[in-house]
């Protein structure tokens, strides 16, 4: 079955830092989606990916599909406070089921 | 237009008993998924539903069970409880089955089993 492996596992970065987030698939990915959590709370939509090679922006958020369709990174510019959070990976398997990632807890220190 | 409801919010349960969970979609949604997030394992999908029927399904034991009904929302059970099933359980609605395409996700239930 396929997995989604993020790295790393927790990130502590001082405001204004750039920080990178990964997602690497065991399989190619036909859909990648991110997403950003607060702690014991429902998901927020960040982007979606399809097209390897897409990269998408969002304010200080970009996320990028390699060529190969099987790594997503997640760059976050100049961090703030309000990017804390924990950021998940998801994906369709192609099967119907939906898979994610463990998760990465960044911590923005003002 | 309304988020996705989950209701209640919290809940402590002890071993042995049964819960159950309810969801409420987006207006217009047909599709409702359930997960479970634990610390160990993460974001796990548990099942989906469509229009009333079971769509797929995660590996999960069979004491978990869903249903949905005709007005789309849905309600997940879970029996005979274990220590192991204290988690945030999320649904997510959405108008398409199968993909994460469009999925709008609820606050979440948390259940602590004790």
């Known amino acids: 079955s396929q997995e989604l492996e993020q790295s790393p596992q927790s990130l502590i970065v001082q405001e204004g830092k750039n920080l990178t987030i990964n997602c690497t698939s065991s399989?190619?990915?036909?859909?990648l989606y991110w997403y950003k959590q607060k702690y014991g709370e429902g998901l927020i939509f960040l982007m979606m990916l399809q097209k390897g090679g897409e990269e998408k922006s969002h304010e200080k958020i970009t996320a990028k599909l390699d060529e190969k369709k099987q790594q997503s990174s997640l760059h976050i510019t100049a961090s703030q406070p309000s990017h804390a959070g924990i950021y998940l990976c998801?994906?369709?398997?192609?099967?119907?089921?939906?898979?994610f990632g463990q998760g990465t807890t960044l911590q923005v220190k003002p | 237009k309304a988020g996705v409801t989950q209701t209640p919010r919290y809940l402590i349960k002890t071993r042995g008993q049964q819960v159950t969970l309810s969801c409420s979609p987006i207006?217009?949604?047909?599709?409702v998924s359930w997960y479970q997030q634990t610390p160990g394992q993460g974001l796990q999908f548990l099942f989906e539903y469509f229009s009333e029927t079971q769509r797929n399904k995660g590996n999960f034991p069979g004491r978990f069970s869903g249903r949905q009904f005709s007005n789309s929302r849905s309600e997940m059970n879970v029996s005979t409880l274990e220590l192991g099933d204290s988690a945030l359980y999320l649904c997510?609605?959405?108008?398409?089955?199968?993909?994460?395409?469009?999925?709008?996700f609820g606050p979440g239930t948390r259940l602590t089993v004790t």
């Open positions: 399989k190619t990915l036909y859909g």
């Open positions: 998801g994906a369709d398997d192609n099967t119907g089921k939906l898979i």
């Open positions: 207006s217009g949604h047909r599709s």
């Open positions: 997510a609605s959405s108008l398409r089955t199968g993909t994460l395409n469009g999925q709008y």
